[in-house]
């Protein structure tokens, strides 16, 4: 019957636990609050681990985890009224259990997999008989050697992990888009707007460096939105704007050759853009570039810039904008003997806890929905929950995801031949190339 309540369903499962780890990103409450909403409701209990694995690495049995400081009972009074809330209820961290797991043979190294132990042991002391993980690639990665180090290396009660994927940056394989992808684009949308008519009014240029590090969904969806007057990523480095150079590392001597933008073509691009814009009468705009593109840097504009756990260099100490803004104002120069400003800023963070929109809100409901229906009447473990369609389930394997001699996540970028990736070309002044 079309208005019957779901049924409830036999299992094994008595609790479950729900974590949240990586960069924030709006609904996240709609997920977890749907999802714990479900096992409730089929009289199952649910834990928030506070703070991503966080709280998990360090297992003590003479200090077990604390209620109410490392993690949260959750129940229908703490979920009153979140689906719609801005922020994480349970907090987010990126610690990463698995950081020392890049090769399956790892998963035989007692002090390799550690982490991983500790993150079982606190689960099971919880008396947690399953896993939610919600998060980006980095997570799915954790997930997927969390299920790895109970096929090969735990010989207790199993504890199944089903991955809910998270990310404003939509680069996910598996699902067409990602909760908070359409609340982040359409919060950047608006900024950008605001930028354009400021720079209308003054006759410059704002140059706005956008989060989204390894593809240009973000980039491409913002500036389609905010009416901007030309975008690039990281899909857009080949033809004569790719080149590679060779490097040696400089603890073991091995030279290794990068794929690298090159930087004074796509410098010339964007001034081509400009002066075609001034054709118009258009002494304006506002240029997008996804952050993602620092990686393809050479090295010299890389000089003293670090990089975190996972490989990633440190956005924020390079500045990509201001970098390129300085680039492009001199090219502009140089090319018209006039001056135009150009003012570089970064735009991004303020998105991440933004109010959650309609759609975001249900896609985040119907994943957190999925976590309880792969788990309880699939009983399925490791696989990452997907929609598809009229926001139709479906369950997609680790395996299918993940590299398996690597560990690594596969990222979906724009097709540069995409109908997407083409609607921002038609919405810029034409430029011939």
Same mark, same amino acid.
């Given at each position: ?5 779901? $049924? ?7 609790? *479950?636990? &729900? ?15 749907? =999802?714990?909403?479900? #096992? /409730? ?19 003590? =049995?003479?200090? $077990? ?8 009972? /959750?129940?229908?009074?703490? /979920? ?43 689960? +099971? ?29 735990? @010989?207790? $009660?199993?504890?199944?992990? *089903?991955?809910? @994927?998270?990310?404003? !940056? ?6 067409? #888009?990602? #909760?908070? %992808? ?6 950047? =949308? ?24 390894? =593809?240009?969904?973000?980039? %491409? ?9 030309? *975008?690039?990523?990281?899909? !857009? ?39 075609? +814009? ?41 500045? /990509? ?37 309609? #759609? ?36 997609? $394997? ?5 590299? @398996? ?23 810029? &002044?034409? *430029?011939?190339?």
């Amino acid at each position: 019957m079309t208005l019957s309540r779901p $049924p409830k369903v036999d299992t094994s499962i008595r609790k *479950v636990a &729900i974590l949240f780890a990586g960069g924030p990103a709006p609904a996240a409450n709609a997920v977890i609050s749907t =999802a714990a909403n479900s #096992f /409730l409701r089929n009289d199952l209990q649910v834990v928030g681990i506070m703070n991503g694995y966080s709280r998990l690495v360090d297992f003590d =049995a003479d200090k $077990p985890l604390e209620l109410g400081r490392d993690y949260l009972q /959750l129940d229908h009074t703490v /979920l009153r009224r979140t689906r719609n809330s801005q922020g994480i209820l349970i907090g987010t961290a990126r610690t990463n259990p698995g950081k020392n797991v890049s090769h399956p043979s790892h998963l035989n190294d007692p002090e390799r997999i550690a982490p991983l132990k500790s993150v079982y042991q606190t689960l +099971r002391a919880l008396d947690v008989d399953a896993l939610i993980s919600i998060g980006g690639d980095d997570t799915l990665k954790t997930a997927n050697k969390f299920k790895l180090y109970q096929d090969r290396a735990q @010989p207790g $009660p199993r504890i199944p992990v *089903v991955h809910l @994927p998270k990310t404003i !940056d939509n680069d996910y394989s598996g699902i067409d #888009f990602t #909760f908070g %992808y359409f609340t982040a684009v359409d919060t950047l =949308a608006g900024e950008i707007r605001n930028l354009l008519a400021d720079a209308e009014a003054s006759r410059a240029y704002f140059l706005a460096e956008t989060m989204g590090r390894s =593809a240009g969904w973000l980039a %491409y969806g913002a500036a389609i939105a905010g009416e901007a007057s030309f *975008v690039i990523s990281v899909e !857009d480095v080949n033809g004569k704007y790719r080149q590679t150079e060779e490097t040696v590392d400089p603890t073991t001597g091995e030279r290794r050759t990068r794929t690298i933008m090159n930087v004074e073509e796509v410098v010339k691009r964007v001034v081509k853009t400009m002066r075609a +814009r001034e054709n118009e009468r258009k002494e304006f705009g506002v240029i997008v570039m996804a952050e993602g593109l620092a990686e393809f840097l050479p090295t010299s504009y890389l000089q003293g810039v670090s990089r975190d756990e996972h490989g990633h260099i440190a956005i924020s100490q390079l500045n /990509l904008s201001r970098m390129f803004s300085k680039l492009i104002a001199e090219e502009y120069h140089n090319q018209t003997g006039k001056k135009r400003k150009i003012t570089g800023l970064q735009l991004g963070y303020e998105v991440r806890c933004a109010r959650p929109h309609a #759609f975001d809100v249900m896609l985040g409901s119907q994943l957190g929905v999925g976590a309880y229906r792969a788990l309880v009447e699939e009983g399925l473990d490791g696989v990452m929950v997907s929609v598809s369609g009229q926001l139709d389930l479906n369950y997609v $394997p680790f395996e299918k995801l993940i590299d @398996p001699d690597t560990l690594v996540t596969m990222v979906r970028f724009v097709d540069p031949d995409s109908d997407f990736h083409r609607l921002a070309r038609f919405l810029e &002044i034409y *430029v011939n190339e």
